[in-house]
C-alpha cells in the first residue's frame, strides 16, 4: 500500500487526511515513480478550497502537480528510463485523482524528465512548475529576447523569481512587482534590476523611471484581476502581456490597448508537448549546471504535516517555493 492526501469536502487545510491506497501497476508505456518530495503550488490550494479554475471531483480528492523521486516500476514496452533513475514530474494534468501528495505515482513515461544532476531532492520538487510556467509564458510565448525590460508581478513568488533568473540567463532586464516595500531587499537579491513596491509607488511612473521614459517591453502577470490595467498602461505601445496566474479572483477587465499582444497561458499547453517539453529540459539543465537557475526553498515539511504547510502558504508571508518530503 502506499500513503496518499485526500480531502471529501472543499475548505481550509484541516480538511486534507492521509489514506492508505493501493500501489498502482504502470500499463504500456507508463512508469512509476516512488515520490521523494513535492512542492505547494497556488492551484493545490485553489483546488482544495474549492476556488480552482477548473472542476475537481469529491470525495477522495487528490493533490500535487509536481514532485521528484525515483523510477520504482516501469511498464511494458517503456523505454528511455531504468529503475533507479531520479526524475522530475513535467506534467500531471489529473492531480485531482491522481496527485503528486503521496508515496507514489504512476503517469505516462513522457511525463516525467531526468533530474537535474546538482539539484538537491528538495530544489528538484520545487522547480518544473515555476521554471516550466516562467519559460513557456515569457520564451515560448512572448519571445523573450535580450535586451527586453520584462515586468514581473507577484515577483517574490515562485514563478516570479524563476522568470527573473530565466529572464538573466537570456539577457533581458528583470523589474520585480511587489505589494509590500520590506521585500525590496530580498527580490534585488534574487536577480531583479529594479524592484517596485506597489503600497508606495505608481506602477506606470516607476516603470517609466526604470527604463529611461518608456514603457517595458514585457509583462508577466501572475495576478489578474483590476490590476492588470496598471501592467498594460506600463508597457511600451506595442509591448506584450502575458496573463500567467489568477491570485486576484476579482474580475479582470477587459483588455481595451491595442496594440498590445495579450496572451493567456496555461502551462499544460506546453508541458504536455513533448517537443517543448524537450527545450524546457535543455534549459532547465544549462541553467543549473551554470548556476543560473536555483529554486529558492522557504521551508521543509514532511508529509504527516501537510496541513501546516499548507497554512504557511495560505499566510502569503513565504519567500520561495514551500516543499514537503516523503
Not at 259 to 266: A, D, N
Request: glycine share 10%; charged share 20%; hydrophobic share 45%.
Amino acid at each position: 500500500m502506499s500513503r496518499a492526501v485526500v480531502f471529501d469536502e472543499f475548505g481550509g487545510p484541516d480538511v486534507m487526511h492521509i489514506v492508505e491506497a493501493p500501489v498502482v501497476e504502470p500499463s504500456k508505456g507508463e512508469v512509476r515513480v516512488r515520490i521523494e518530495a513535492f512542492a505547494v503550488n497556488p492551484l493545490d490550494q485553489m483546488m482544495r478550497s474549492g476556488s480552482s479554475p477548473g472542476p475537481v471531483a469529491l470525495p477522495h480528492a487528490r493533490l500535487g502537480v509536481e514532485g521528484t523521486g525515483v523510477v520504482d516500476a516501469l511498464g511494458p514496452a517503456t523505454s528511455g528510463l531504468e529503475i533507479g533513475d531520479p526524475v522530475i514530474l513535467a506534467a500531471v494534468p489529473d492531480a485531482g485523482s491522481n496527485g503528486s501528495y503521496a508515496d507514489h505515482i504512476t503517469l505516462p513515461a513522457a511525463q516525467v524528465i531526468a533530474r537535474p544532476a546538482g539539484l538537491a531532492v528538495t530544489e528538484a520538487a520545487a522547480i518544473w512548475v515555476a521554471y516550466s510556467t516562467a519559460y513557456g509564458a515569457l520564451v515560448e510565448k512572448a519571445g523573450m529576447r535580450p535586451g527586453d525590460h520584462v515586468l514581473i508581478s507577484a515577483a517574490s513568488g515562485g514563478v516570479g523569481r524563476a522568470a527573473m533568473q530565466i529572464a538573466r540567463q537570456i539577457g533581458a532586464v528583470p523589474i520585480a512587482l511587489t505589494r509590500h516595500s520590506e521585500k525590496k531587499d530580498d527580490l534585488l537579491a534574487a536577480g531583479a534590476a529594479a524592484v517596485i513596491a506597489t503600497d508606495h509607488m505608481d506602477v506606470v511612473e516607476a516603470v517609466r523611471h526604470c527604463i529611461g521614459g518608456r514603457g517595458a517591453d514585457i509583462a508577466l502577470d501572475m495576478v489578474m484581476g483590476p490590476g492588470q490595467q496598471q501592467l498594460l498602461q506600463a508597457l511600451r505601445p506595442d509591448g506584450t502581456l502575458v496573463a500567467a496566474g489568477f491570485l486576484d479572483p476579482r474580475p479582470t477587465p477587459f483588455p481595451r490597448s491595442a496594440p498590445l499582444t495579450v496572451f493567456s497561458y496555461r502551462s499544460f499547453e506546453h508541458t504536455l508537448d513533448t517537443a517543448v517539453v524537450k527545450r524546457m529540459a535543455a534549459f532547465l539543465n544549462a541553467g543549473v549546471r551554470l548556476g543560473a537557475l536555483r529554486p529558492a526553498i522557504d521551508k521543509v515539511f514532511t508529509l504527516d504535516t501537510v496541513v501546516e504547510a499548507h497554512r504557511r502558504l495560505e499566510k502569503g508571508l513565504h519567500a520561495g517555493k514551500i516543499v514537503v518530503t516523503v
